[in-house]
């Protein structure tokens, strides 16, 4: 079965520092992965996705991820956080099967906190 | 108005009574899903729906039932709410080609 572990529950950057959350997965065929956010008290807003191709995936918000295949991996990236960028983060693989899409697996969620 | 509109928004329950949650969408998705969010344990499956004739289970499909009342309609029921069901419930859909998927606001539900 497919399982996402995002091994940090809390991290805390100082803003205008770089920021990289974790993302392992686990998943018997090549993974279409996603990045989320989650401000408080609001739902969830898709950051970037990956399918195929380059395996460095740009998306909203200045972030980017890196697909690696050997390390099972897809950490998300930004170069300068902001006191905005405060919020959960949520790695999620999707299953697929030969009838289309069937859901996604999430990880239990990063907390990021920015210290001025 | 949003694309996947979820009611009620918030709704305080007392154990046993029966409770529906509602969804409904206008992107035209075939694919409906209703998940469940619970602090440090990020969001599980619930059930998902690939059209009104197909309804699935998905990780944690006991003590809900769903209804797929029409393309654009996809209705989540605690039919005897208990306190452990009190959390924050979404409403995802997406398209066959998995283009994406689109989140509701959410519904808080808290069971006492």
């Known amino acids: 079965a497919q399982s996402v572990t995002q091994p940090d529950i809390h991290i805390t950057v100082s803003e205008g520092a770089s920021l990289e959350l974790r993302c392992n997965y686990s998943?018997?065929?090549?993974?279409?992965l996603f990045w989320y956010v989650q401000s408080p008290g609001q739902g969830l807003q898709l950051l970037l996705k990956?399918?195929?191709?380059?395996?460095l995936v740009q998306g909203i918000k200045g972030f980017e991820a890196e697909f690696k295949r050997s390390q099972s991996s897809f950490n998300l990236r930004k170069p300068s956080v902001h006191w905005s960028d405060a919020a959960e983060y949520f790695c999620?693989?999707?299953?697929?099967?030969?009838?289309?899409?069937?859901?996604?697996?999430f990880g239990k969620g990063t907390h990021l906190i920015i210290q001025p | 108005d949003a694309d996947v509109t979820q009611t009620p928004r918030n709704r305080i329950t007392k154990t046993g009574k029966r409770i529906m949650l509602e969804c409904s969408q206008t992107?035209?998705?075939?694919?409906m899903y209703w998940y469940r969010q619970d602090p440090g344990l990020g969001l599980r499956l619930i059930y998902y729906?690939?059209?009104?004739?197909?309804?699935n289970k998905g990780e944690i499909s006991d003590g809900y039932s769903v209804s797929r009342q029409a393309q654009a309609k996809f209705s989540l029921s605690l039919e005897s709410a208990i306190p452990n069901q009190t959390a924050l419930y979404f409403c995802?859909?997406?398209?066959?080609?998995?283009?994406?998927?689109?989140f509701g606001s959410g519904t808080r539900l808290t069971v006492v």
């Open positions: 729906s690939f059209d009104v004739k197909d309804i």
């Open positions: 995802a859909t997406s398209d066959y080609l998995s283009s994406g998927y689109t």
């Open positions: 998943y018997g065929a090549t993974p279409y």
């Open positions: 999620a693989v999707e299953h697929y099967s030969g009838g289309g899409a069937d859901g996604l697996t």
């Open positions: 992107k035209g998705h075939d694919r």
């Open positions: 990956y399918f195929s191709g380059d395996t």
